[in-house]
């Protein structure tokens, strides 16, 4: 790793400590020190030869850049904590998984990919829809879907005064009461999906992530979670 002076927010962040807002917030309140003195400001710039410590406890050199492709099964909150006592993807990770953030979230009813990263920078890079990266979902709705109902998707919808940009609506199959649908997003909306379908007269009731940008969820199963190669890394972020 460089050792050219960087922003203790981001140093802490790459170290998987938290998100640099975050850190500027843990700042303020007084739970940062460096070299033995607590920190009140998070403007300044810090290398490997600086010693920080937060909450007491003494902070390491940061971690290179970590991807990791994780299948969030139906049931778990996106979160590291939940105020209502539920169970949370953290509950159920490997005991050797190290600190991870998510890019972007998936509801408690909703399955599939979810992107994990060290890096809070990074994470919030890839959530930004400047990114363009396309998520694409596997539908399943009750109801019976036509062209002509979907094709205000496709356009774009405003409800309750939110725009939603176009999505790419592909009809699959129906399958007795139920049909599928193939849809790709690039904003990400609260439960973006969800309110578009009911916005044309479907409901969801059941709604799997399979890709995410780059990234696949190919052929992992609930509760999965697969490093991805540096290599990879590499070429499909220019890290």
Same mark, same amino acid.
């Given at each position: 790793?460089?050792?050219?002076?960087?922003?203790?927010?981001?140093?802490?962040?790459?170290?998987?400590?938290?998100?640099?807002?975050?850190?500027?917030?843990?700042?303020?309140?007084?739970?940062?020190?460096?070299?033995?003195?607590?920190?009140?400001?998070?403007?300044?710039?810090?290398?490997?030869?600086?010693?920080?410590?937060?909450?007491?406890?003494?902070? !390491?050199?940061?971690?290179?850049?970590?991807?990791?492709?994780?299948?969030?099964?139906?049931?778990?909150?996106?979160?590291?904590?939940?105020?209502?006592?539920?169970?949370?993807?953290?509950?159920?990770?490997?005991?050797?998984?190290?600190?991870?953030?998510?890019?972007?979230?998936?509801?408690?009813?909703?399955?599939?990919?979810?992107?994990?990263?060290?890096?809070?920078?990074?994470?919030?890079?890839?959530?930004?829809?400047?990114?363009?990266?396309?998520?694409?979902?596997?539908?399943?709705?009750?109801?019976?879907?036509?062209?002509?109902?979907?094709?205000?998707?496709?356009?774009?919808?405003?409800?309750?005064?939110?725009?939603?940009?176009?999505?790419?609506?592909?009809?699959?199959?129906?399958?007795?009461?139920?049909?599928?649908?193939?849809?790709?997003?690039?904003?990400?909306?609260?439960?973006?999906?969800?309110?578009?379908?009911?916005?044309?007269?479907?409901?969801?009731?059941?709604?799997?992530?399979?890709?995410? !940008?780059?990234?696949?969820?190919?052929?992992?199963?609930? !509760?999965?979670?697969?490093?991805?190669?540096?290599?990879?890394?590499?070429?499909?972020?220019?890290?």
């Amino acid at each position: 790793m460089s050792d050219e002076p960087q922003r203790i927010a981001k140093y802490l962040a790459r170290a998987g400590v938290a998100s640099r807002r975050e850190i500027e917030r843990m700042i303020a309140i007084g739970q940062i020190s460096l070299n033995g003195k607590i920190l009140d400001t998070p403007a300044i710039k810090v290398t490997t030869a600086d010693v920080i410590e937060v909450n007491g406890k003494q902070i !390491g050199e940061a971690e290179k850049v970590r991807f990791w492709r994780y299948y969030k099964p139906i049931g778990l909150v996106t979160t590291d904590r939940d105020e209502k006592g539920r169970d949370t993807i953290y509950d159920h990770f490997p005991e050797n998984m190290p600190r991870v953030m998510t890019v972007g979230r998936l509801d408690i009813n909703s399955e599939g990919l979810l992107l994990l990263t060290n890096d809070g920078g990074l994470k919030r890079k890839l959530e930004l829809p400047a990114t363009g990266w396309l998520r694409r979902y596997r539908v399943r709705v009750n109801g019976n879907p036509t062209e002509e109902m979907v094709a205000p998707l496709r356009q774009g919808i405003v409800i309750d005064r939110e725009r939603f940009k176009g999505m790419e609506v592909r009809l699959d199959r129906q399958q007795g009461s139920n049909a599928w649908l193939t849809i790709g997003i690039r904003e990400g909306k609260n439960r973006e999906i969800r309110r578009a379908m009911e916005y044309v007269g479907l409901r969801v009731n059941r709604l799997i992530r399979t890709s995410y !940008g780059p990234f696949k969820l190919d052929d992992l199963n609930p !509760g999965d979670v697969e490093e991805i190669k540096e290599k990879t890394i590499k070429d499909q972020l220019g890290l």
